[in-house]
């Protein structure tokens, strides 16, 4: 079973800060990795995604990638109260486009 | 913006009935998805299509479940006989490139009783 596993949180940080949130994979073969972030009661929504080894910058968003060790993070610069939410690490399943979610990270902004 | 929309938000139904979830895609994607989530859940994939037909299937994706795309425009996910554990958001999604880059709709949340 291939496996992708974050910590549910909840991660609670203050406004301004950056947040870290982390993502393991079991699949030493996989490609791709994306970002989702999902608000309470809302559907998932793509924030970034990264296939090479190292750091993929967006605005306040970078995704890190380290295949060697088989784990994804993604930072978030600058946090503000409206990024309070959950955020999903997904994988492609056996080269194919379906996605295996992770469970996701609770972040929490405090003003 | 383009986006993916879902029909009905919330549908209520008994045990054992049929269901129809429908979903207008983004109009030049593509690649089509079905996903779903428990309550407290993760997202889990459901079948991919493209083509026509469909693509991939995951093990949730029983004989009780078929897609179909109708028309050129709608996409939709039958439930034949509804169980209690069937209960859940259901999301439909495009991409344009099959990739894993998915537009999501806003779910429709299926109760069954």
């Known amino acids: 079973q291939k496996e992708v596993e974050q910590n549910s949180g909840p991660l609670s940080v203050p406004e301004g800060a950056i947040a870290s949130l982390n993502c393991t994979y079991s699949?030493?073969?996989?490609?791709?990795f994306f970002w989702y972030r999902q608000y309470s009661g809302k559907s998932p929504e793509l924030i970034m995604f990264i296939y090479s080894n190292g750091d993929k910058e967006d605005g306040r968003f970078t995704a890190q990638l380290n295949k060697a060790s088989q784990y994804v993070s993604l930072l978030i610069r600058d946090s503000q109260p409206s990024d309070s939410a959950t955020y999903l690490c997904a994988v492609p399943r056996d080269a194919g486009n379906m996605l295996t979610f992770g469970g996701g990270t609770r972040l929490m902004v405090k003003p | 913006e383009p986006e993916v929309t879902q029909t009905p938000s919330h549908q209520v139904t008994q045990m054992g009935q049929e269901v129809i979830l429908r979903c207008v895609p983004i109009?030049?994607?593509?690649?089509f998805y079905w996903y779903r989530q428990i309550l407290g859940q993760k997202v889990e994939f459901l079948v991919s299509f493209y083509n026509n037909e469909i693509s991939e299937k995951s093990e949730i994706f029983d004989d009780q479940f078929s897609v179909e795309r109708p028309d050129g425009s709608n996409f939709t996910l039958k439930i034949r006989s509804t169980k209690l554990e069937d209960s859940a958001m259901y999301f439909c999604?495009?991409?344009?490139?099959?990739?894993?880059?998915?537009?999501f709709g806003e779910g429709s949340r299926l109760t069954v009783l």
């Open positions: 999604a495009s991409s344009p490139r099959g990739s894993g880059e998915l537009f």
């Open positions: 699949d030493r073969g996989s490609q791709s």
């Open positions: 109009s030049n994607h593509l690649y």
